[in-house]
């Protein structure tokens, strides 16, 4: 459900722009701006990369549904942008739709693959699969589940990041 008020959850796969358009969002709105990730940093001390590396995938989704339980009871509005794969779990996605309207930030494989063709700093696409291949695969098995959890989609292709921020204001006001 759409709602007018309360807090915005963006949700898209890796370089589809949420934490800078979060950022942008959340200035346009005068509210803060939290992300799952950079909690998750602070929390644990330690980079996502070294998360990944040190402890394993399963320690940092946990590390994730966490996140966002602690999100439950916080007052005051908020933008918050969540990592790509923070949906993949049905508690998680139940915990976002309740934390306020989540839009889905979505963005085609190839300027997905354009953005983070240099990034080393996403362990799930390292590796010698090409990019393109990657990107696919992953998206393929995640695309439902973000459009169930969103209650609107929102294109980032060929569009700034205050072009995007403007839209979902538009959306939610
Ligand atoms: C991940 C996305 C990353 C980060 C981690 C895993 C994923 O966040 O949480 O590398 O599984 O898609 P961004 O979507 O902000 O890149």
Known sequence: MLRTDGNVILIGFMGCGKSSVGRKLASLLAVPCLDTDTLIEEQEKMTIREIFAQ???????????????GLTGREGRYVLSVGGGLPLRSENRELLKKLG???YLKASV??????????TSRPLLQGEEPLEEKITRILSEREALYEETCSNVVMSDGKSIREVAQEIKRLIT
Not at 55 to 69: D, S, W
Not at 110 to 119: F, S, V, W, Y
């Open 101 to 103: 309207t989540v839009i």
């Open 55 to 69: 402890m394993g995938q399963e320690y940092f989704r946990n590390a994730e549904t966490r996140a966002v339980r």
């Open 110 to 119: 190839q300027t997905l693959a354009e953005r983070l063709a240099r990034d």
